[in-house]
């Protein structure tokens, strides 16, 4: 005969709609989160306790209205905020990010985030931008370096670095977008220069320059441990394209030790030397994988050229980088 059942006791029942009732809370309350969603939480991280929104704190553009009041990351915290790309910003010189959100006037679900970044110098800031240029064109009035996409504005100005986002492309919304951004821009303190590049940028030939494409790499450059702090440059006119390259150090010997480091890097990573030209003394000719790279000192600056599967092509981008650094003041 099977074993009889026994009927549950009161206290087996009232621990079963216990745990009942547990689930039918959590389930509301999984719903409820669904039904008020707010896009601004997603994708942004949140306002952390690091201080006020500095510049952003006083700001105040028309037809826009704080959300928040706004928040500032320091290095410690800077992934808090953007976990994934902090490494970028910390390897140029980041020193303090400070961001805030604003929406349309009484739509609080249309809005958008201001993001300034305060880095060591121009330099810096221009590493950044530099890195994460996307295709879109310049707005007038906003120096050489800004430029828009569908949703967005991104602007290096001295020693800033300014990233503003909307929720939407709405066009009340990107009008504000831009107007927060000229606020800002006229409102930055300390020295705002204007050069379009800083440095050591400004002395690639600019025959055959493609625009926009110059890049000032802070840390490893071309997977190359301590080759920092190099500029670079795409060629694309008249060849297949081509990257210049160039750094100024703190004299002809640094320069000319981290030009047969670099060599010995490309050789350790399979590459085999060629005869170089003469009429660039101490280059060094270097094939890797069917592609040619040129790489010399001269003077306190540190030069290649990299990227050509024709040699000639190489040899010509580079004599042309040799005559304009000859001209250079030291």
Same mark, same amino acid.
């Given at each position: 005969?099977p074993?009889s059942?026994?009927?549950?006791?009161r206290?087996q029942?009232?621990s079963?709609?216990?745990?009942l009732l547990?689930l039918?809370?959590?389930?509301?309350?999984v719903?409820?989160?669904?039904?008020?969603?707010?896009?601004a939480?997603?994708?942004?991280g949140?306002?952390?306790?690091?201080?006020?929104?500095?510049?952003?704190?006083s700001?105040?553009?028309?037809?826009?209205?704080?959300?928040?009041?706004?928040?500032?990351?320091d290095?410690a915290?800077?992934?808090d905020?953007i976990?994934?790309?902090?490494?970028?910003?910390?390897?140029?010189?980041?020193e =303090?990010l400070?961001?805030?959100?604003?929406?349309?006037?009484g739509?609080p679900a249309?809005?958008?985030?201001?993001?300034?970044? =305060?880095? #060591?110098?121009?330099?810096?800031?221009?590493s950044?931008?530099s890195?994460?240029?996307?295709?879109?064109?310049?707005?007038?009035?906003?120096?050489?370096n800004?430029?828009?996409?569908?949703?967005?504005l991104?602007?290096?100005?001295?020693?800033?670095?300014?990233?503003?986002v909307?929720?939407?492309?709405?066009?009340?919304?990107?009008?504000g977008?831009?107007?927060?951004? =000229?606020?800002?821009?006229? $409102?930055?303190?300390?020295d #705002?220069?204007?050069?379009?590049?800083?440095?050591? $940028?400004?002395?690639?030939?600019?025959?055959?320059?493609k625009?926009?494409s110059?890049v000032l790499?802070a840390?490893?450059a071309?997977?190359?441990?301590?080759?920092?702090?190099?500029?670079?440059a795409?060629?694309?006119?008249?060849?297949?394209?081509?990257?210049?390259?160039?750094?100024?150090r703190?004299?002809?010997? $640094?320069?000319?030790?981290?030009?047969?480091?670099?060599a010995?890097f490309?050789?350790?990573?399979?590459?085999?030397?060629a005869p170089?030209?003469?009429a660039i003394?101490g280059?060094?000719?270097?094939?890797?994988?069917?592609?040619?790279?040129?790489?010399?000192?001269?003077?306190?600056?540190?030069?290649?050229?990299?990227?050509?599967e024709?040699?000639?092509?190489?040899?010509e981008?580079a004599l042309?980088?040799?005559?304009?650094?000859?001209?250079?003041?030291?």
């Amino acid at each position: 005969m099977p074993p009889s059942l026994a009927a549950p006791s009161r206290a087996q029942r009232l621990s079963g709609l216990a745990v009942l009732l547990a689930l039918v809370l959590v389930a509301a309350g999984v719903l409820w989160q669904q039904a008020s969603y707010d896009p601004a939480s997603w994708g942004w991280g949140g306002a952390a306790p690091g201080g006020g929104a500095g510049p952003l704190a006083s700001l105040a553009v028309p037809g826009l209205e704080p959300r928040e009041a706004g928040a500032s990351f320091d290095p410690a915290t800077l992934s808090d905020k953007i976990d994934g790309k902090a490494e970028l910003y910390l390897a140029a010189g980041f020193e =303090r990010l400070y961001t805030r959100r604003y929406a349309l006037k009484g739509q609080p679900a249309i809005w958008l985030e201001l993001m300034l970044y =305060r880095m #060591k110098d121009q330099r810096a800031a221009f590493s950044v931008f530099s890195n994460q240029r996307r295709p879109g064109p310049t707005p007038p009035g906003l120096g050489p370096n800004a430029y828009a996409t569908s949703n967005a504005l991104y602007l290096a100005n001295g020693p800033w670095y300014l990233e503003a986002v909307a929720s939407a492309p709405d066009p009340a919304l990107l009008k504000g977008l831009d107007a927060a951004a =000229r606020a800002i821009v006229a $409102a930055l303190p300390g020295d #705002k220069a204007k050069a379009a590049t800083p440095g050591e $940028a400004e002395l690639f030939p600019p025959q055959g320059l493609k625009p926009g494409s110059q890049v000032l790499l802070a840390k490893d450059a071309f997977g190359m441990a301590g080759l920092n702090q190099i500029f670079i440059a795409a060629y694309p006119a008249g060849a297949p394209e081509r990257i210049a390259w160039l750094a100024r150090r703190a004299s002809p010997e $640094a320069a000319q030790k981290e030009a047969e480091a670099y060599a010995k890097f490309l050789a350790v990573n399979g590459g085999a030397q060629a005869p170089a030209p003469k009429a660039i003394p101490g280059a060094r000719l270097v094939e890797l994988l069917g592609v040619w790279e040129l790489v010399w000192p001269q003077g306190a600056y540190l030069a290649g050229v990299r990227g050509a599967e024709s040699q000639e092509a190489t040899l010509e981008l580079a004599l042309r980088l040799h005559q304009r650094l000859g001209g250079a003041k030291p």
